[in-house]
């Protein structure tokens, strides 16, 4: 299920059009970037679920893709 925490970050992803690195998700739920990346690897569970993923690209950032 996801936390309120979560849900912002999905919200992020699916505005963006660019990659968000975990730093820039850290600063607008003022959190660290090591809990962006511990609630990156519950979403992806959570997501594929539902016919998506989030694509971690290194040196770049979280990027969300719908696969349907």
Request: glycine share 4%; charged share 25%; net charge positive.
């Amino acid at each position: 299920m996801l936390n309120a925490r979560m849900t912002v970050i999905i919200r992020e992803l699916m505005k963006a059009h660019t990659p968000l690195t975990s730093e820039y998700l850290a600063n607008v739920l003022d959190v660290t970037s090591r809990t962006i990346r511990n609630d990156m690897k519950d979403l992806e569970s959570t997501v594929s679920d539902f016919g998506a993923s989030i694509k971690s690209i290194r040196g770049t950032g979280y990027q969300l893709s719908i696969l349907r």
